[in-house]
């Protein structure tokens, strides 16, 4: 068995398809075939060098390392945040699959309605692990030696895709009104919550083409908030994270124009984090990130899973995102072998300085722990 909890005092539920979540226990999942490597087979007996000599003895078998060799004694459980997001498809395929109870990993969910709301939760180690994005108050935290670990990639940005994406107002779009960034001049244009990955994208769309935030009317609407602000045309351009870029366009009310692929490619947009107290038990972080990795990889071998009715049957359980709108929406990107861009997290820093966001530079080099992707790279293979 598996549990859910919802963490209690949490900012209200937004609107629309992330209001409600599911959190009754689930039933465990079949468990797929193991995932062990089959044996070596046996070298043949060297041929005898006369009819009275002895045959040459064969080689002893060998077994490969497999994920099998990471696996618990006995079940233990792990007490994992979540966000109700489409950038948490590995863990709910994963969990649903039954990954994680292979390794006698025992997920039990924690939703939270942000990931900047977990950093407290692992710091003091109520939390064992949860997902969460990169950001000036990350950093902060970290500056003010909150202590946790950043173990693994949980989303990046790739030149050709993306989950944030600019909405133009389809009637702005439709008379060609905007078609550049220079046409954002004077517009009303969401940038989301400061210090978001959203405001990261547009901040950066505007430093690359000579703009500022003076040059148009900001407003911070929260992605669930969007569809509504563009059907009142309270603004002209709004970045919102899937599904509900696909659900607006969709219901022709915009268009989608930009992704943070095209703006900001490789951008290190979340990550797997570990409380302290997690890592004193190496045995079971490396159990689940032998899971996880898997569950990257697979969903990434299934077009993120938008090709697999199964995987996308399980997000749009954890997230109750209809099934087909997850089929239509962007997905996610997660680096196969699981590691995280340090040198893209400095970048980012940098940039906040530079927008009087952040002060000054925190060293990560205390904070980022790649050993358990590399453990669970080995025993899974090419990927």
């Known amino acids: 068995m598996r549990a859910c909890r919802v963490l209690t005092g949490l900012l209200p539920a937004a609107f629309g398809l992330l209001l409600v979540i599911a959190c009754a226990p ?19 007996a060297s041929a005898p060098a006369s009819a ?14 497999s994920a099998a060799d990471a696996k618990l004694p006995s079940p233990v459980t792990v007490h994992f945040g979540y966000t109700p997001l489409l ?21 039990d969910m924690i939703r939270f309605n942000s990931g900047a709301l977990m950093i407290a939760p692992l710091a003091n180690g109520d939390l064992d692990a949860g997902s969460g994005g990169t950001s000036p108050g990350l950093y902060n935290a970290l500056g003010r030696d909150v202590r946790l670990k950043i173990v693994s990639d949980n989303g990046s940005s790739r030149a050709g895709g993306g989950t944030s994406i600019a909405l133009v107002r389809k009637d702005l779009w439709d008379a060609g009104a905007i078609r550049s960034p220079q046409d954002l001049r004077g517009r009303r244009v969401s940038f989301a919550t400061e210090g978001s990955p959203i405001d990261y994208m547009m901040r950066n769309l505007l430093d690359q083409n000579g703009m500022t935030m003076e040059d148009m009317d900001v407003q911070r609407l929260t992605s669930a908030d969007v569809l509504v602000g563009l059907q009142n045309r309270a603004v002209d351009v709004a970045t919102a994270a899937e599904p509900f870029p696909t659900q607006a366009e969709q219901m022709g009310v915009a268009v989608k124009w930009l992704t943070d692929g095209d703006v900001v490619p490789g951008y290190q947009i979340s990550t797997i984090m570990f409380s302290e107290k997690f890592v004193t038990q190496p045995a079971v972080a490396r159990a689940f990130m032998v899971a996880y990795v898997r569950a990257v990889r697979e969903y990434l071998a299934a077009d993120s899973g938008r090709a697999d009715e199964g995987m996308r049957a399980a997000i749009s359980k954890w997230t109750t995102v209809p099934a087909d709108l997850i089929a239509q929406s962007g997905a996610s990107y997660m680096r196969p072998d699981g590691r995280v861009d340090v040198d893209d997290m400095y970048k980012q820093q940098d940039f906040w300085i530079r927008h009087g966001v952040m002060k000054e530079r925190v060293d990560l080099t205390p904070f980022v722990d790649m050993s358990y992707v590399d453990y669970a790279n080995p025993l899974l293979g090419d990927h």
């Open 52 to 65: 009275s000599a002895p045959a040459a003895a064969s080689a002893p078998a060998t077994q490969a390392p």
């Open 87 to 107: 950038a948490g498809g590995p863990v709910f395929v994963g969990l649903e699959r039954g990954y994680f109870e292979e390794m006698n990993v025992i997920l």
């Open 26 to 44: 689930a039933a465990a999942p079949a468990k797929p075939a193991s995932s062990s490597a089959a044996p070596a087979g046996q070298p043949a």
